[in-house]
């Protein structure tokens, strides 16, 4: 099993910045890939960033630019920095850690935790 825990969240106006962290425990594959989903009232989740083991990442499109995903592998943990951040980014913003075992893939997700950005 794996445990996601996430901070950073908040309030803040647009044009601002936030930094979310996702510390991660439990049984975690030196072969994973890591990343940020968000939902909105109403809207699906979607993807926002991910950043694989070996530090290959790739970002949703509203995302580049704006937002740098990254990780620190001896301690488990993944962060993103959100810059020049918009209302529409407002929603709960949730990590993942997908586990890759002889073949098989294992997804794991945090409780979330909400960004509010004002206009």
């Known amino acids: 099993q794996v445990q996601l825990v996430e901070s950073g969240g908040g309030l803040v106006q647009a044009g601002g910045s936030l930094r979310l962290s996702c510390a991660a425990s439990g049984s975690i594959s030196s072969l994973n890939i890591m990343g940020w989903y968000r939902q909105a009232p109403e809207k699906q989740r979607e993807l926002v960033a991910r950043?694989?083991?070996?530090?290959?990442?790739n970002y949703a499109g509203s995302a580049k630019g704006r937002f740098t995903i990254s990780r620190d592998n001896a301690n488990n943990t993944m962060y993103l920095q959100m810059n020049i951040l918009k209302p529409e980014d407002t929603a709960v913003y949730y990590c993942?850690?997908?586990?890759?075992?002889?073949?098989?893939?294992?997804?794991?997700w945090g409780q979330g935790t909400q960004v509010t950005v004002s206009s």
């Open positions: 993942n850690l997908e586990n890759f075992y002889l073949g098989r893939s294992y997804a794991y």
């Open positions: 950043i694989a083991s070996g530090g290959t990442t």
